[in-house]
């Protein structure tokens, strides 16, 4: 089932306590679609300046799961650039820099053949443009968010209203307590299920993730693995994973009835798939492990995966 995502293609410069990497590919979108393409087929919707580097195209191009024909390369603009520092344990960063660049400008356009699309990832972008983004699906039958600090303090109106009309949204940990002010992330996502949205996908990094939906709660472990070198990036592969899945397996519905969403039995699963994706991804800087990553790698990590929890 058509999958298509908005979001950023960054370039980025990453310190960790690996090394570091200096205007490499990034973004939100990028992530995202690159994970998702493993799955199913993606459409991306992004723009990007003149200034994005042959390279950074070709690794794009690289998947071929990706539709980029909806990837504008505006002349003269500038693509967005972000700069992070991980501490010592790597869950936590600081944003040395955000440089928006095309972000700034029109929201890019949407090709007349990605209307039909009926899995909707608004990835990372401003609210203001998420929005605009979620009217032009009228197919869609799940519509997922994710957000992050700098448009929870910076456009609140417009991320308030995304919320009231999406089925999900997916945010880390300190972010739902920046967004509700609660502290304890079952008790945020309950907060922000009030806001509209059918389920929260709340991610805890090394920790795991929380799916807090209508229906109940299920809960995850991280992939443990044994080598992390830049975890940026990890969310939105998360996310490319648990996305392409779902439309993948043409995501059952909740059983209410209705048309739109995702059952918890259908999301639990996405989680897994999603799990398992970010933990190839920090595995190297910018998109190189997803370059390499086959098929029979996914697969024997996620069957790995499943057995590790020795529960019934
Ligand atoms: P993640 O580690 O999953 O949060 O995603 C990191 C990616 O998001 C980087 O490649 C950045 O280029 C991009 N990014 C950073 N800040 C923002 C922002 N405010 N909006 C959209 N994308 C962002």
């Given at each position: 089932m058509p999958l298509v995502v908005t979001g950023t293609i960054g370039i980025d410069t990453v310190y960790t306590p690996s090394g570091h990497a200096q205007s490499v590919l990034g973004g939100s979108c990028t992530y995202f679609a690159a994970a998702a393409s493993f799955h199913a087929p993606v459409r991306i919707v992004a723009a990007a300046g003149d200034d994005l580097p042959a390279e950074h195209l070709e690794t794009i191009r690289h998947f071929p799961g990706i539709d980029a024909s909806g990837l504008e390369i505006r002349k003269g603009s500038k693509?967005?650039?972000?700069?992070?520092?991980?501490?010592?344990?790597?869950?936590?960063?600081?944003?040395?820099?955000?440089?928006?660049?095309?972000?700034?400008?029109?929201?890019?356009?949407?090709?007349?053949?990605?209307?039909?699309?009926?899995f909707v990832f608004l990835a990372n972008t401003h609210p203001g443009v998420q929005l605009g983004m979620l009217e032009a699906f009228p197919q869609r039958r799940l519509a997922v968010a994710d957000t992050m600090d700098l448009w929870i303090n910076t456009a609140r109106p417009e991320l308030d209203k995304l919320l009231s009309k999406v089925d999900g949204l997916v945010l880390n940990y300190d972010e739902a307590e920046l967004l509700t002010g609660k502290r304890n992330s079952v008790a945020a996502a309950r907060h922000i299920l009030e806001m509209g949205p059918t389920f929260v996908v709340v991610k805890k990094g090394e920790h795991g993730s929380l799916l807090i939906h209508r229906e109940g709660l299920g809960a995850l472990p991280a992939y443990p693995a044994?080598?992390?070198?830049?975890?940026?990036?990890?969310?939105?592969?998360?996310?490319?994973?648990?996305?392409?899945?779902?439309?993948?397996?043409?995501?059952?519905?909740?059983?209410n009835g209705s048309r739109r969403g995702a059952s918890l039995e259908s999301l639990m699963r996405a989680l897994a798939h999603g799990t398992v994706m970010a933990s190839f991804n920090i595995e190297s800087f910018s998109l190189d492990r997803l370059r390499t990553l086959t098929r029979e790698e996914l697969d024997a990590r996620y069957a790995s995966f499943a057995g590790m929890m020795r529960v019934h």
């Open positions: 693509t967005f650039r972000w700069g992070g520092k991980y501490h010592d344990n790597m869950d936590r960063r600081d944003t040395l820099y955000t440089e928006l660049g095309v972000l700034a400008e029109a929201p890019p356009k949407i090709p007349d053949k990605f209307r039909d699309s009926e044994e080598q992390v070198v830049d975890p940026t990036g990890a969310g939105d592969s998360f996310a490319g994973g648990m996305m392409g899945f779902l439309a993948a397996a043409g995501a059952k519905h909740p059983g």
